[in-house]
């Protein structure tokens, strides 16, 4: 179903003698939404991901179509309700830390319905997608004396355009 599909259903039974309505049954299409990691981090940074999803549906993260396991040291999941009038919304956060080449990829939150009563089961949201880049040829501090030639190295793991170096005096 669509979320435009969602509303008050009536069933009218009609019959020659008469007719009949049953109660109005609600209908409410639930949606996750999926804040994306940031796009792009440096080897040894943090990001995070985070999932929200109506009701209390019991979450999953994977990456690359592989579970993550929280608390490894590399991940953490968190978990927080909200009640807001009627509507229960859980958030789930997935923090990265850390991250090394072996983190990129694709991370996709999965929301189970399966033990709520809810028709449809488990809600996949869209993939967010990090791709973790590896600064090589960081340069040391160094004494150089007058009229020498130093040579300075930055690169990328990744088809970088420019390299610029900017002085401060």
């Not at 990001?47 to 590399?74: E, H, N, Q, R």
């Not at 509507?87 to 956060?93: A, F, G, P, V």
Request: net charge negative; proline share 4%.
């Amino acid at each position: 179903m669509a979320n435009t599909d969602g509303g008050m259903y009536t069933c009218q039974l009609t019959w020659p003698q008469g007719s009949l309505q049953t109660r109005k049954v609600h209908v409410q299409v639930l949606d996750i939404v999926l804040q994306p990691m940031t796009g792009i981090t440096v080897t040894g940074g943090n990001s995070s991901a985070s999932c929200a999803a109506p009701l209390s549906p019991s979450f999953t993260w994977y990456k690359d179509g592989i579970a993550v396991t929280s608390g490894d040291g590399t991940y953490t999941v968190t978990m927080v309700t909200t009640v807001t009038g009627e509507i229960t919304t859980t958030n789930t956060l997935l923090s990265l830390v850390n991250a090394s080449t072996t983190t990129d990829g694709s991370y996709v939150c999965v929301a189970s319905y399966n033990a709520t009563g809810v028709i449809g089961g488990d809600v996949s949201s869209n993939p967010a997608t990090l791709s973790v880049y590896r600064i090589s040829g960081h340069p040391e501090d160094m004494f150089v004396l007058y009229g020498s030639d130093i040579s300075l190295d930055c690169t990328m793991n990744s088809s970088v355009t420019a390299t610029t170096w900017y002085v401060e005096r």
